[in-house]
Nanobody, 124 residues
Framework: QVQLVESGGGLVQAGGSLRLSCADS????????MGWFRQAPGKERKFVAA????????KYADPVKGRFTISRDNAKNTVYLQMYSLKPEDTAVYYC?????????????????WGQGTQVTVSS
């Protein structure tokens, strides 16, 4: 069973940085590829980044390329999203998700497990 809990969200000024964490209390974390998604008020959920089970492969949405970095520590059952140069348009609830797949997926409908989300607010 995978149980995901996000943390690290908060209020930050434009240009600032935050690091989100997503911890899995289960025992099969390294069997899953992981993804981060975000949903702004009144908008649909969108893909942000994904990482393979080993951490060797990553994929990013165009709006965050060069500013966000996804990583994982399988010994700690945790995936991270380091966010730099934050912009007001990055404001959203951020969700981590897990999928039992070898390929990196950008479609949230294909993910098997989700966390409860953490709010990120970037002020201008």
């Amino acid at each position: 069973q995978v149980q995901l809990v996000e943390s690290g969200g908060g209020l930050v000024q434009a240009g600032g940085s935050l690091r989100l964490s997503c911890a899995d209390s289960g025992r099969t974390f390294d069997s899953y590829a992981m993804g981060w998604f975000r949903q702004a008020p009144g908008k649909e959920r969108k893909f942000v980044a994904a990482i393979s089970w080993s951490g060797s492969r990553t994929k990013y949405a165009d709006p965050v390329k060069g500013r966000f970095t996804i990583s994982r520590d399988n010994a700690k059952n945790t995936v991270y999203l380091q966010m730099y140069s934050l912009k007001p348009e990055d404001t959203a609830v951020y969700y981590c998700a897990a999928v039992a797949a070898l390929v990196l997926k950008t479609n949230g409908e294909e993910y098997d497990y989700w966390g409860q989300g953490t709010q990120v607010t970037v002020s201008s």
